[in-house]
C-alpha cells in the first residue's frame, strides 16, 4: 500500500519537490533560543490584557478585511511611509518573496542574489525551477561590485534580491554600490529591509526615483515574529500584478486585529529594539575577546562569529548540549566555513551564551 502511493506520488509530483529538501527549523524547546533572530522580550501583562479584550472583538464566522485597509492605513502612519507608495501585505516577508518569483516565473528568466544571503531566495527559486544565480562577496563580506555588474551584463536576471542588511553577514553593503546595481539592471531590485530596526537606515527614498525598486519590510525582527506580517513597496504598476498572487484572505482577522493593536503601542517595540542595539555592541566586544574567534561587525540584531578548532560543528553540537541554540552555518556556503550566527538575547542570555562559548573553546 506505502509502495503504491508512493509510486503515484512519484508520478504526480515534479522531480525539483521530489528531491528538495523540507526548511529544517530545529526543535527550540527548553533551549535558550538564540537561532532564529526574534525579539527576546515578551509583552508586560497589562498590553497583554489589553490585547485579548482586543481579540474579543473579532467575529471569526466573517472572513477578514481580505485587502487589510485598516492596517495597511495605521502601518502607514505609525511608520511615516509615503501615502503615494503602494502596498501589499504578506503572511511573513517569506511569501512576498514567493509571491515575487510566482511572477516571475516564466522562461529563461534569472533570479539573482550576491550570497551567503537569506537561503530563501534560492530555496523558493529552486522549488520553481527559475535559474538561480548567487554572486559570492568578498572574503569580508562586503559586496564584490565588479562581479556583480559582470553577472548582471551576462546574465539580464529578472530580479535581484538584496538583503539590507544582509543575513547571516549582518553588515549593509556600500549604497553607492546598490545605486550603481539598480542602474546597471533593467530586471527588479528588492531591497529586503529586514533588519531595518537595527540598522536603522532604509532605501525608501528610492522608490521614487528609481521605478524597478521594490522594498520589503517585516514586524517579525521588530518583536513579531508569530504574527507573520511582512511588507512590500513600490510602484503600483508592480504592485497590482503581484497582488492577484496574493490568496485574497492571507492576512487573518486575528492577525489584522493584534497588529493593529501593537503599532498604537509602537513604542514599547521601539524600546526593545534599541535595547537590542545597545547589547548588541556588548556581545560582539566580549565575543571578540574569546580567543580564536573572528566577528564581523552587524547592523541587524545577530552576529555573524568563526570559531578556531574544534570548529562550528562541534561547537554547535557542545552548545546543544549546554541548552543554547544558535544559527550553525558550516557547509552552507564556502565563505562561511567555521561560522555560527548568534542572536543577540536578554543580557542574561547573551552572558549565558558566552560563558558556555568560552568553556567549549577553552577546553578544547
Ligand atoms: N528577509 C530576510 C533577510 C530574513 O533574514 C528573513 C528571516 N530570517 C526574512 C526576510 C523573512 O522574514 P519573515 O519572518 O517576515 O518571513
Wanted: with cysteine; glycine share 4%.
Amino acid at each position: 500500500m506505502v509502495s503504491m502511493i508512493y509510486d503515484c506520488v512519484k508520478k504526480i509530483i515534479k522531480p525539483t519537490i521530489l528531491a528538495a529538501k523540507s526548511y529544517h527549523i530545529a526543535d527550540a524547546s527548553g533551549f535558550v533560543k538564540l537561532d532564529a533572530m526574534e525579539n527576546p522580550y515578551v509583552w508586560p501583562e497589562k498590553i497583554k490584557d489589553e490585547w485579548s479584550r482586543c481579540l474579543l472583538q473579532a467575529d471569526l464566522n466573517r472572513y477578514p478585511d481580505a485587502k487589510s485597509y485598516e492596517l495597511r492605513r495605521e502601518l502607514t502612519q505609525a511608520f511615516n511611509f509615503s501615502e503615494n507608495t503602494s502596498m501589499i501585505l504578506g503572511n511573513g516577508s517569506d511569501e512576498l518573496i514567493q509571491i515575487i518569483l510566482m511572477a516571475l516565473n516564466k522562461n529563461n528568466n534569472v533570479v539573482m542574489v550576491p550570497e551567503p544571503s537569506f537561503v530563501m531566495y534560492r530555496l523558493l527559486s529552486s522549488m520553481m525551477e527559475l535559474e538561480f544565480v548567487g554572486v559570492p562577496l568578498n572574503k569580508d563580506f562586503s559586496l564584490d561590485l565588479s562581479a556583480m555588474l559582470e553577472s548582471i551584463e551576462k546574465k539580464k536576471p529578472a530580479v535581484i534580491f538584496i538583503a539590507w542588511p544582509n543575513n547571516p553577514t549582518g553588515n549593509s553593503f556600500l549604497e553607492e554600490s546598490l545605486i550603481e546595481i539598480i542602474n546597471a539592471t533593467t530586471g527588479l531590485v528588492v531591497i529586503d529591509e529586514a533588519y531595518h530596526s537595527f540598522a536603522q537606515k532604509s532605501m525608501m527614498s528610492y522608490l521614487h526615483k528609481y521605478p524597478n525598486v521594490l522594498l520589503m519590510r517585516t514586524l517579525s525582527k521588530l518583536g513579531l515574529a508569530g504574527l507573520r506580517l511582512g511588507m512590500l513597496f513600490g510602484a503600483s504598476e508592480w504592485i497590482s500584478e503581484l497582488d492577484k498572487l496574493r490568496l485574497p484572505y492571507n492576512i487573518g482577522t486575528l492577525n489584522q486585529i493584534s497588529a493593529s493593536f501593537i503599532i498604537k503601542n509602537i513604542g514599547l517595540l521601539e524600546q526593545q529594539a534599541a535595547c537590542i542595539r545597545h547589547d548588541r555592541e556588548v556581545l560582539f566586544n566580549n565575543l571578540s575577546e574569546v580567543v580564536g574567534v573572528e566577528t564581523w561587525r552587524s547592523e541587524a540584531n545577530f552576529i555573524l562569529f568563526r570559531v578556531p578548532n574544534p570548529g562550528a560543528d562541534k561547537v554547535y553540537k557542545e552548545l546543544i548540549k549546554k541548552n543554547i541554540l544558535i544559527k550553525n552555518l558550516q557547509g552552507s556556503h564556502p565563505l562561511l566555513e567555521n561560522c555560527l550566527r548568534v542572536t543577540v538575547g536578554t543580557p542574561e542570555e547573551n552572558k549565558l551564551f558566552l560563558s558556555r562559548l568560552r568553556n567549549i573553546v577553552i577546553a578544547s
